[in-house]
Every structure is written in structure tokens, then in C-alpha cells.
Nanobody, 126 residues
């Protein structure tokens, strides 16, 4: 089973930056789709960004496009979410997710992710 552990959350002021990390273990496939999701209190889970390991193709929610960047370090089996120009609306629990053995065309924010991390809290003060 794939295990995902998020880190890097914390508090920041509006306009500030944070970088989240997701350390993965237990992969049995070299091709996978990784995603970042978030959920604020009283809100539904929202897809933020996704990346395909095969070629680095990325996907972003409109609400974060231009501010957030998803990237990966395959050597470290780690996926990152660099967040800049943070807004108070970005406050949420952020979760890392993964699904293995998929083609690039399958990857995206609406992919069926099988594995989830425990989450890391991001709090943005206005």
C-alpha cells in the first residue's frame, strides 16, 4: 500500500508563501498521478493541483492557477506544492493523494485517487 505523508503546513500572512511536501513510499508503479487537495471547515474537498510522473504534466484549479506550483522530485519520491500570494481563502487542510498505473490522459483533478495522506494544515491570516 502506498503511504503519503504531508508536511510544510503552517500559518502565513496574506500575500505570503508556503511550500508543502508529500513524501511517498510503497509505490509499485513508475507511473502515477499525484494530487493536492484541500478542505476548509464546512466546505467540500477541492482539487488544487495534480501532476503526472511520466512527463511532469500538471493540472490546476482555476482558483490557484498562477499562484500555486506542483512539482516532483522522483529521486526523493516527493511531491511539492509551492504556494505564493496566499489568500485567506487558501486556509484549509491540505491532503496529498496518489493513484498508480495510469496514463497521462487519466491524470488530473478528477482522477480517482486511491491513496491519501493525513493532511497538513495551512492557515492564512488576512
Amino acid at each position: 500500500r502506498v503511504q503519503l505523508v504531508e508536511s510544510g503546513g503552517g500559518s502565513a500572512q496574506a500575500g505570503g508563501s508556503l511550500r508543502l511536501s508529500c513524501a511517498a513510499s510503497g509505490y509499485t508503479s513508475n507511473t502515477n498521478c499525484m494530487g493536492w487537495f484541500r478542505q476548509a471547515p464546512g466546505k467540500e474537498r477541492e482539487g488544487v493541483a495534480a501532476i503526472y510522473s511520466g512527463g511532469g504534466r500538471t493540472y490546476y484549479a482555476d482558483s490557484v492557477k498562477g499562484r500555486f506550483t506542483i512539482s516532483q522530485d522522483n529521486a526523493k519520491n516527493t511531491v511539492y506544492l509551492q504556494m505564493i500570494s496566499l489568500k485567506s481563502d487558501d486556509t484549509a487542510m491540505y491532503y496529498c493523494a496518489a493513484v498508480e498505473g495510469r496514463s497521462s490522459w487519466y491524470c488530473g483533478l478528477r482522477a480517482m485517487f486511491s491513496y491519501w495522506g493525513q493532511g497538513t494544515q495551512v492557515t492564512v491570516s488576512s
